[in-house]
T-cell receptor, first 112, second 115 residues
Framework: DAGITQSPRHKVTETGTPVTLRCHQT?????MYWYRQDPGHGLRLIHYSYGVKDTDKGEVSDGYSVSRSKTEDFLLTLESATSSQTSVYFC???????????FGQGTRLTVV | SQQGEEDPQALSIQEGENATMNCSYKTSINNLQWYRQNSGRGLVHLILIRSNEREKHSGRLRVTLDTSKKSSSLLITASRAADTASYFC???????????????FGQGTILTVHP
């Protein structure tokens, strides 16, 4: 398995609270991604990073922000969690473009 | 929007049979990838086929790509109970410029292989 770790693996939080999910990689890969997976929607891209401090929005970025201050860490923040953000969140990494991506084990987030 | 649409949504077969899943997409691509997801787990990469390739094999997997029809198929031969999982196609769109490896996923095919 590629060296990619997500934390926490499970979290329950209340509506309106901030939440930060962490993705940590040991592969020194340049590209990192956050996806969410919901029934009926497959995986959808939230944000991605193409280098330290280089990030951009994906398809479903509203309500989310990201930061990447080191190659190995990519943080996803829900500024004020809403019930619609209840989902399973996956981090992925990629070494070069046009190659395979490696996924973390996912974080199951429930907003109550 | 979903770039990849998969068919069928669910497939149930007996061990030893072949399983075929199809994926259609809408825009030009750099490559198309297939992933497997076991229940409650992360996605595992199976195979990547580039836009200039038509067929690739990996073990019991065979993937075809028809860019003129914007479609791909994944064939799993001699299926096993351990192949039970969800299978997703993902496209790396070529929209001009740099894609940064962003993937657009289909909704997946749930494969059940009965012993």
């Amino acid at each position: 398995d590629a060296g990619i770790t997500q934390s926490p693996r499970h979290k329950v939080t209340e509506t309106g609270t901030p939440v930060t999910l962490r993705c940590h990689q040991t592969e020194n890969h340049r590209y990192m991604y956050w996806y969410r997976q919901d029934p009926g929607h497959g995986l959808r891209l939230i944000h991605y990073s193409y280098g330290v401090k280089d990030t951009d929005k994906g398809e479903v970025s509203d309500g989310y922000s990201v930061s990447r201050s080191k190659t190995e860490d990519f943080l996803l923040t829900l500024e004020s969690a809403t019930s619609s953000q209840t989902s399973v969140y996956f981090c992925a990494i990629q070494g070069q473009m046009n190659t395979e991506a490696f996924f973390g084990q996912g974080t199951r987030l429930t907003v109550v | 929007s979903q770039q990849g649409e998969e068919d069928p949504q669910a497939l149930s077969i007996q061990e030893g049979e072949n399983a075929t899943m199809n994926c259609s997409y809408k825009t030009s691509i750099n490559n198309l990838q297939w992933y497997r997801q076991n229940s409650g787990r992360g996605l595992v990469h199976l195979i990547l086929i580039r836009s200039n390739e038509r067929e690739k094999h990996s073990g019991r997997l065979r993937v075809t790509l028809d860019t003129s029809k914007k479609s791909s198929s994944l064939l799993i031969t001699a299926s096993r109970a351990a192949d039970t999982a969800s299978y997703f196609c993902a496209t790396d769109p070529n929209a001009g410029g740099t894609s940064y490896g962003k993937l657009t996923f289909g909704q997946g095919t749930i494969l059940t292989v009965h012993p």
